[in-house]
T-cell receptor
Framework: GAVVSQHPSRVICKSGTSVKIECRSL??????MFWYRQFPKKSLMLMAT?????????EQGVEKDKFLINHASLTLSTLTVTSAHPEDSSFYIC??????????FGPGTRLTVT | GENVEQHPSTLSVQEGDSAVIKCTYS??????FPWYKQELGKRPQLIID?????GEKKDQRIAVTLNKTAKHFSLHITETQPEDSAVYFC????????????FGTGTRLKVLA
């Protein structure tokens, strides 16, 4: 089956610093990847849609200058949380679309900003 | 905007009983409906999906039904086992355009041994 990896799995950073999270599709090419944020005991909130070779499409209310997304290849998308603050602490999950239907999720990254 | 309502938010059943989770979507152009199971701290795992050209799909103890007219779809788990305990999310998606999923709010299923 389709495998998506995410790195790092956990990261702790200080307020004001930036953190980069990588999402890779390991055994398929993904023209579209998605970035989600999940609060404890809540659903997945779509942050942005990342298309290879073009700018990401951000959902309403998501700051594009704060959450920088780059999709430089068919197997890699990155999310950079810039100038992180404690309220950015969350579980960030990516997914990669295979074909016209299924999305396969990465294992998630737990970000803690101190 | 588009949204997906999911009920119930929590569900407790005795081992061996059936569990039913229901979702209603608003975007009439949605034509793909996956269900995901998420264990604590883990990634969501696709357990079953259905496309709009069929009304029912079954995979062993899991089945999904779709009523496009009512914009309603349901997950049915029979002969529940303790390992079925998790949070279940439904989603609705178009298969053109952005392909983004609209997720339901989740159902926390507890199977009591």
């Amino acid at each position: 089956g389709a495998v998506v990896s995410q790195h790092p799995s956990r990261v702790i950073c200080k307020s004001g610093t930036s953190v980069k999270i990588e999402c890779r599709s390991l055994d398929f090419q993904a023209t579209t990847m998605f970035w989600y944020r999940q609060f404890p005991k809540k659903s997945l909130m779509l942050m942005a849609t990342s298309n290879e070779g073009s700018k990401a499409t951000y959902e309403q209310g998501v700051e594009k200058d704060k959450f920088l997304i780059n999709h430089a290849s068919l197997t890699l998308s990155t999310l950079t949380v810039t100038s992180a603050h404690p309220e950015d602490s969350s579980f960030y999950i990516c997914s990669a679309r295979q074909g016209n239907y299924e999305q396969y999720f990465g294992p998630g990254t737990r970000l803690t900003v101190t | 905007g588009e949204n997906v309502e999911q009920h119930p938010s929590t569900l407790s059943v005795q081992e061996g009983d059936s569990a039913v989770i229901k979702c209603t979507y608003s975007d009439s152009a949605s034509n793909y409906f996956p269900w995901y199971k998420q264990e604590l701290g883990k990634r969501p795992q696709l357990i079953i999906d259905i496309r709009s050209n069929v009304g029912e799909k079954k995979d062993q103890r899991i089945a999904v039904t779709l009523n496009k007219t009512a914009k309603h779809f349901s997950l049915h788990i029979t002969e529940t086992q303790p390992e079925d305990s998790a949070v279940y999310f439904c989603a609705a998606s178009r298969t053109s355009g952005t392909y983004k999923y609209i997720f339901g709010t989740g159902t926390r299923l507890k199977v009591l041994a």
